[in-house]
């Protein structure tokens, strides 16, 4: 069982900068392939960073060059560091865990840009 824990949502301006913070309780957080996922209202869940457990890492369209996703597997956390925020990055935030067959999710942490 893992528990995640998001945290860092925040309201800011177009153009600003946030990092989200997931911390992970539990045991072999190194193990696990780690993600976060994004829904605004009224749309799908979609993907907007992830991270293997090597470290090698994939994005979402829409968020290339402006997020960068890490993780510091001492503290069982992984990071998303978002720069030049759009109003269309307004969701709610999920962080992810998954070994197969196993796979967990935050509560999320809302995100919202605007004036």
């Known amino acids: 069982q893992v528990r995640l824990v998001e945290s860092g949502g925040d309201l800011v301006q177009p153009g600003g900068s946030l990092r989200l913070s997931c911390a992970a309780s539990?045991?072999?957080?190194?193990?696990?392939?780690m993600g976060w996922y994004r829904q605004a209202p009224g749309k799908q869940r979609e993907l907007v960073a992830a991270i293997t457990s090597g470290g090698g890492t994939n994005y979402g369209d829409s968020v290339k060059g402006r997020f960068t996703i890490s993780r510091d597997d001492a503290k069982n956390t992984v990071y998303l560091q978002m720069n030049s925020l759009k109003p269309e990055d307004t969701a709610v935030y999920y962080c992810?865990?998954?070994?197969?067959?196993?796979?967990?999710w935050g509560q999320g942490t809302q995100v919202t840009v605007s004036a």
């Open positions: 539990g045991r072999d957080f190194s193990s696990y392939d």
């Open positions: 992810h865990a998954v070994r197969r067959p196993f796979y967990f």
